[in-house]
């Protein structure tokens, strides 16, 4: 694979954009914009547009009277876009996993809220206050 960093959310999200299909830039810049919620310019999103063409990740096809670029990934683009939502998806899991804690009672994984409570000295926390209920009766 090609060594193309995927360095901005902008250049992420357009990955991402991408995947979903065929699109035209004016289509992606809008799209930038809607979800950043800030105007992007064409050096926010052609010069990598470029790059992944450059490198055979993506292509483009003429259509309509004014010769607009509409870009799609080739196979090689579409590997290499698994391959960085690989790479986001086991930076995201490394996050939720640092922020999952575990019932003292059933085990089961809670990522928010939960139910605390303290047990012979000791904070704990449950999934629900039946376990909690559960956990203290226990001998």
Same mark, same amino acid.
Not at 18 to 44: D, R, V
Not at 48 to 66: G, P, S, V, Y
């Given at each position: ?8 959310? @902008? ?8 995947? +979903?299909?065929? &699109?035209?830039? %004016? ?21 990598? !547009? ?5 490198? +055979? !990740?993506?292509?483009? #096809?003429?259509?309509?009277? /004014? $010769?607009? *670029?509409? %870009? %799609?990934? &080739?196979? =090689?683009?579409?590997?290499? &876009?698994?391959?960085? !939502? ?12 640092? +922020?999952? =804690? ?14 605390? +409570? &303290?047990? #012979?000295? *000791?904070?704990? @926390? ?9 956990? $203290?009766? /226990? =001998?």
């Amino acid at each position: 694979m090609p060594d193309i960093k995927v360095n901005s959310l @902008i250049k992420f999200y357009t990955l991402v954009l991408l995947n +979903k299909g065929p &699109t035209h830039g %004016y289509e992606l810049l809008k799209e930038l914009e809607q979800h950043f919620g800030k105007h992007m310019s064409a050096a926010h999103v052609y010069p990598f !547009l470029q790059l992944l063409e450059k490198n +055979k !990740l993506i292509a483009h #096809k003429a259509q309509e009277a /004014r $010769d607009k *670029k509409q %870009y %799609y990934l &080739t196979a =090689k683009g579409k590997q290499f &876009t698994i391959e960085v !939502l690989n790479k986001f998806n086991d930076v995201l899991n490394a996050y939720i996993e640092s +922020k999952v =804690k575990v019932c003292a009672h059933c085990k089961c994984e809670i990522y928010k809220g939960g139910f605390k +409570k &303290t047990v #012979k000295g *000791k904070n704990l @926390i449950f999934c629900c206050p039946h376990c909690a209920k559960a956990y $203290d009766m /226990r =001998k």
